[in-house]
């Protein structure tokens, strides 16, 4: 009985290793998935900080501009008030021009006239007309009256040609205002118009950050889900209970995915061509040495391993919630359909294009539909 309680003892034990060791790799990687999603969720709070602070100091600028809108505005319909006030006074200045020319007009005749009496009378002039005259007060009366006619002709004719100097003289001064104001008008304008694209510019800067920001927030929130997920992973492990292999979500890392392989991108997503008529491609393509290795940018499961019609050897890794990664053109490929792959591991090596040329054609895909890699790829 003793050695059968022994046997069943070293039994029990035996087989607690086992299962131990059978969980350990589990242990492993779902702690390894919590420190990833731990650092990414910190690097997010980072950015969610920076993105507040930059956007603070985009409001602050933002306001000055807005006074400084506000100024420039209240300068611009200043100017435009003094400029229509100078319009206005050199249409009165015309006016007063045009009336003061028809009363000389008007005038002219009877000067004229008296003009040409005076001329008839030969340069004696006005003592013709005082020596044709039979006494003194006649002679007192035509002095008197040549003296007055005298002083009328030469006095209407200076202030008329007074009246004109100085409507000539205002007319020149508003002209040169009116210019001037036209100058000012048109810089006080352009000041305006680059104030207001400013704002504008400003403005589309603090919607940009607040979509990021939301976006921040979204992807924050699922990696928290995430992590809560993990850490009931591994109080089920703690207990010894089977679970699900665990898979943190590849949106949270979009801009932070490790790229595939070292290379230089030749061909940009949306551009190319693939063995005849141009067509858009749905990746990019890297130039690199033949045989370098290439690696998973997310963790996931191996859906397809093998040849494809125009993009060779292609593996193409399933990250969950319909979103993938494929990497063609491989000279190798070093897993399998139904492989797990975790970030970084090795899925092939590098082969050549369609062209001949050393390349890696990858791809990925979120919610079913191609994305650019570049914007979620890790900036080198």
Same mark, same amino acid.
């Given at each position: 009985?003793?050695?059968?309680?022994?046997?069943?003892?070293?039994?029990?034990?035996?087989?607690?290793?086992?299962?131990?060791?059978?969980?350990?790799?589990?242990?492993?990687?779902?702690?390894?998935?919590?420190?990833?999603?731990?650092?990414?969720?910190?690097?997010?709070?980072?950015?969610?900080?920076?993105?507040?602070?930059?956007?603070?100091?985009?409001?602050?600028?933002?306001?000055?501009?807005?006074?400084?809108?506000?100024?420039?505005?209240?300068?611009?319909?200043?100017? +435009?008030?003094?400029?229509?006030?100078?319009?206005?006074?050199?249409?009165?200045?015309?006016?007063?021009?045009?009336?003061?020319?028809?009363?000389?007009?008007?005038?002219?005749?009877?000067?004229?006239?008296?003009?040409?009496?005076?001329?008839?009378?030969?340069?004696?002039?006005?003592?013709?007309?005082?020596?044709?005259? %039979?006494?003194?007060?006649?002679?007192?009366?035509?002095?008197?009256?040549?003296?007055?006619?005298?002083?009328?002709?030469?006095?209407?004719?200076?202030?008329?040609?007074?009246?004109?100097?100085?409507?000539?003289?205002?007319?020149?001064?508003?002209?040169?205002?009116?210019?001037?104001?036209?100058?000012?008008?048109?810089?006080?304008?352009?000041?305006?118009?680059?104030?207001?694209?400013?704002?504008?510019?400003?403005?589309?800067?603090?919607?940009?950050?607040?979509?990021?920001?939301?976006?921040?927030?979204?992807?924050?929130? +699922?990696?928290?889900?995430?992590?809560?997920?993990?850490?009931?992973?591994?109080?089920?492990?703690?207990?010894?209970?089977?679970?699900?292999?665990?898979?943190?979500?590849?949106?949270?890392?979009?801009?932070?995915?490790?790229?595939?392989?070292?290379?230089?991108?030749?061909?940009?997503?949306?551009?190319?061509?693939?063995?005849?008529?141009?067509?858009?491609?749905?990746?990019?393509?890297?130039?690199?040495? +033949?045989?370098?290795?290439?690696?998973?940018?997310?963790?996931?499961?191996?859906?397809?391993?093998?040849?494809?019609?125009?993009?060779?050897?292609?593996?193409?890794?399933?990250?969950?919630?319909?979103?993938?990664?494929?990497?063609?053109?491989?000279?190798?490929?070093?897993?399998?359909?139904?492989?797990?792959?975790?970030?970084?591991?090795?899925?092939?090596?590098?082969?050549? %294009?369609?062209?001949?040329?050393?390349?890696?054609?990858?791809?990925?895909?979120?919610?079913?539909?191609?994305?650019?890699?570049?914007?979620?790829?890790?900036?080198?």
């Amino acid at each position: 009985m003793g050695n059968r309680s022994s046997s069943a003892c070293v039994f029990l034990l035996v087989a607690a290793a086992i299962g131990l060791a059978a969980q350990a790799p589990d242990r492993a990687h779902v702690d390894a998935q919590a420190k990833r999603a731990a650092e990414r969720l910190a690097a997010l709070q980072k950015e969610a900080e920076t993105l507040a602070g930059q956007e603070r100091t985009l409001l602050g600028e933002l306001r000055k501009l807005e006074v400084e809108r506000e100024i420039k505005l209240e300068e611009l319909t200043a100017i +435009e008030r003094e400029a229509a006030d100078v319009r206005a006074k050199l249409a009165a200045a015309g006016t007063r021009t045009k009336a003061l020319e028809a009363e000389a007009e008007r005038q002219r005749p009877d000067i004229e006239a008296r003009l040409v009496r005076l001329y008839k009378m030969g340069r004696a002039g006005y003592w013709r007309l005082l020596l044709d005259v %039979n006494s003194l007060r006649e002679i007192g009366r035509a002095y008197r009256t040549a003296a007055a006619l005298n002083r009328i002709d030469r006095d209407r004719v200076e202030e008329h040609r007074r009246t004109l100097a100085a409507l000539t003289t205002e007319r020149a001064s508003l002209q040169t205002r009116a210019r001037e104001l036209g100058r000012l008008e048109t810089a006080a304008r352009r000041a305006s118009a680059a104030v207001e694209a400013s704002v504008a510019a400003r403005g589309a800067l603090v919607r940009s950050i607040d979509e990021r920001r939301d976006l921040n927030a979204q992807l924050a929130g +699922e990696l928290q889900d995430a992590q809560r997920k993990l850490q009931s992973t591994i109080a089920q492990l703690t207990a010894g209970r089977e679970v699900p292999a665990a898979t943190l979500p590849i949106r949270p890392f979009q801009g932070a995915l490790l790229w595939p392989s070292e290379g230089v991108v030749s061909t940009r997503f949306g551009t190319g061509t693939r063995g005849g008529p141009a067509s858009s491609r749905n990746g990019i393509e890297l130039s690199l040495p +033949e045989g370098d290795a290439v690696r998973a940018v997310h963790e996931g499961v191996v859906a397809y391993a093998d040849a494809f019609t125009g993009y060779g050897n292609l593996v193409i890794v399933d990250h969950g919630d319909r979103a993938y990664s494929l990497y063609g053109h491989l000279s190798e490929m070093s897993v399998k359909k139904g492989d797990r792959v975790e970030v970084s591991a090795p899925v092939g090596l590098a082969g050549r %294009n369609l062209s001949g040329n050393p390349s890696l054609y990858f791809e990925l895909r979120v919610d079913g539909q191609p994305v650019d890699p570049l914007q979620w790829l890790k900036r080198q």
